[in-house]
């Protein structure tokens, strides 16, 4: 990496692209254009008890295609039933993981309305993922109306229940079958549904997590910030050696300072009591090693709405949780993400040791505070504007604006 690449990492400052990338957006597919093949009476399967739904296990009766290739650009959206699909052995995706994807919900409310949770962040984050992947972009708000379609033809499939979702699982890859290492000038776009449980078999438990620096998940100048399966894959060998540990998950650590980034597959929060000051902590994005979480910004926006604490986006240190578990300074720490929505820190082996870290009982914790506002708008107990209805569509100004800020935050880890 140039010193220059180097600096505009390490301080997260500047404007100038240092290096160019080419759009890939030959223009869009579009939503009207979408043609539905559905299932047969004889396809439509059964669906599961909430109670054995577990999480990604279960899938809908139907999914969305949507072809691109490099002479034809995109080619008109289909919802189909749910099929394997056929690929030749070379292509791309295969060999050199050219793939990206997304992860959302949709939630059915106590009013019977199902509501998708801030889509258009998600496509935005999409649109960022498919830059970096060198895989062809497209218009946001066409996808998210194709979703809808989806969504509204497998709607029964939404759980009854207010301890389920719709898990919503949009996927990118290159398919063109050649082995050279370059963008593949064929790609497919496809969506998929499952209904899912909780994301921990175990339900809202604390977990234990093994913090060993010699494991790095992101480095300046990777793809940490984008959501892409090449970023997952590495990370399986990780989690066999956690549960060696008697641990769930890694917590991920960088550089020399040991800084904190992520935690398993979320992000991650600290929230400290210093001289009578509450802080809520989560690593900053400018480093681009962390994953512009949907959840992790929504629990900022709350908690700056709550003013109940002060909010940083910083460095946060291993040495700094180990010295506030031992001084009492620490108060909890807890993962985000939209599988599990939130997950609060147990214990952290350290160094060959498992230490303890406060775990507040639930009517005092922030991460049960956070887990109860978000469900109340995930399940329409709350009109909020971030549960967004698929039958009655809109999303009102000030989300706009959120939205804006958020793709903003997202363009400026590109280089
Ligand atoms: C999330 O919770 O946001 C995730 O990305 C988890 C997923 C990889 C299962």
């Keep these: 990496m140039t010193s220059k690449v180097w600096k505009r990492f390490v301080t997260g400052g500047g404007t100038k692209r240092l290096i160019g990338h080419q759009h890939r957006l030959l223009s869009s597919f579009k939503s009207d254009e979408l043609r539905v093949e559905p299932a047969g009476p004889h396809e439509l399967q059964s669906k599961p008890p909430v109670s054995d739904l577990g999480f990604g296990k279960h899938f809908t009766d139907h999914m969305l295609r949507i072809k691109w290739s490099q002479s034809k650009g995109w080619e008109a959206p289909v919802i189909c039933k749910l099929q394997s699909m056929d690929m030749h052995p070379a292509a791309k995706v295969l060999h050199y993981a050219q793939e990206l994807f997304e992860g959302m919900k949709a939630y059915r409310g106590v009013d019977n309305e199902i509501r998708m949770f801030r889509p258009m962040h998600n496509m935005a984050r999409m649109l960022i993922s498919a830059r970096r992947s060198c895989l062809p972009e497209f218009d946001p708000k066409e996808l998210v109306q194709c979703i809808r379609r989806l969504i509204q033809i497998d709607q029964e499939w939404v759980p009854h229940s207010a301890s389920s979702s719709l898990y919503i699982r949009p996927t990118m890859i290159g398919v063109e079958p050649t082995l050279g290492v370059a963008p593949a000038t064929e790609a497919e776009l496809f969506v998929i549904l499952s209904p899912v449980g909780p994301y921990f078999a175990s339900g809202v438990k604390p977990v234990n997590l093994l913090a060993d620096p010699n494991f790095v998940r992101a480095w300046p100048g990777g793809s940490g910030y984008s ?62 090693l962390i994953l512009p979480g949907v959840t992790r910004r929504s629990v900022l926006e709350l908690a700056r709405e709550w003013q109940d604490c002060e909010v940083s986006e910083r460095k946060l240190t291993m040495k700094e949780i180990l010295k506030g578990a031992e001084d009492g300074s620490l108060v909890e720490m807890f993962g985000t993400g939209t599988a599990a929505i939130v997950s609060p820190v147990g214990n952290i082996m350290y160094d060959g040791v498992m230490k303890p870290l406060p775990v507040p009982d639930e009517d005092k914790s922030f991460a049960q505070k956070v887990m109860k506002t978000l469900s109340g708008i995930y399940y329409g107990e709350v009109k909020h504007a971030w549960g967004v209805p698929i039958e009655d569509w809109s999303i009102c100004k000030e989300e706009e604006k959120r939205i804006e800020d958020y793709k903003k935050s997202l363009e400026a880890r590109m280089l």
């Design 227 to 288: 959501k892409m399966g090449s970023n997952y894959a590495p990370t399986l060998y990780i989690s066999k050696i956690a549960a060696q540990h008697n641990c769930h998950q890694a917590l991920w650590l960088y550089g020399p300072d040991e800084e904190i980034t992520e935690v398993g597959a979320m992000n991650i929060f600290a929230l400290f009591q210093k001289e009578g000051r509450l802080e809520l902590v989560t690593p900053t994005l400018d480093s681009g």
